[in-house]
Structures are given as C-alpha cells and as structure tokens.
C-alpha cells in the first residue's frame, strides 16, 4: 500500500508561481513512476505530467507544456511539480498519484494510487 499526500497548494494571482510536492510512503518510491493530474468540478480527471522512477523520463499535458516543471527526489521520497506563469484556466484540484511500475502513463487507469488532492485556485 502507498500513502500520497499533497501539499502546496493555494491561491496566486496571474502569473504568479506555485509549487506542489507530493509525499509518499509505504512502498519502494524510486520504482513507481508518478504523476500529476488535475479535475475540476464537473469535469473529467485530466493528464498534467509523469515522470519515470528515476526521474530521467518526463511527460507534460499540451496545456502546460513549457510552463510546469515536474521532479521527484527519491531519498525523500517526494515529487514535486512547479507551476510557473500560472493562468486562470489552471485553476483546479491537483492529484499526485502513483504506478506500480516505473514507466510513465498518461492514463488515469495506469495509476493504482492517489492523493486526497490540493486545491490551486489563479485569480485574473
């Protein structure tokens, strides 16, 4: 079993920068790729990024290609995903979540396990 926790999250105007980190235990974190998605009400559970077990592989969403930035560090057992020129339209509920392999997926289904979930909210 894997326990993800999000943190991070918040309110920025336009523009502006966060970053999230995602937390894990319970399992070998350097064998499970890992990734970001995003949902808001109503909507389906959108692909943001992947990132291989060891970090050398990533994968972006066309939405945020060029603009978020995703990374882990593996001895502390963290992902991270920097946002960066924040728009409105990014304003959602982003899940970590976790594979039990360690090549990266785009696909909700890939993943086994998930965080609850850090609200990022931009401000026009």
């Known amino acids: 079993q894997v326990q993800l926790v999000e943190s991070g999250g918040g309110l920025v105007q336009a523009g502006g920068s966060l970053r999230l980190s995602c937390a894990a235990s319970?399992?070998?974190?350097?064998?499970?790729?890992m990734g970001w998605f995003r949902q808001a009400p109503g909507n389906e559970r959108e692909f943001v990024a992947t990132?291989?077990?060891?970090?050398?592989?990533?994968m972006y969403g066309d939405s945020v290609k060029g603009r978020f930035t995703i990374s882990r560090d593996n001895a502390k057992n963290t992902m991270y995903l920097q946002m960066n020129s924040l728009k409105p339209e990014d304003t959602n509920i982003y899940y970590c979540?976790?594979?039990?392999?360690?090549?990266?997926?785009?696909?909700?289904?890939?993943?086994?396990?998930w965080g609850q979930g850090t609200q990022v909210t931009v401000s026009s």
């Open positions: 979540a976790a594979k039990q392999s360690s090549s990266p997926s785009r696909e909700t289904y890939d993943y086994a396990y």
């Open positions: 319970g399992r070998t974190f350097s064998g499970s790729a």
């Open positions: 990132i291989t077990g060891s970090g050398g592989i990533t």
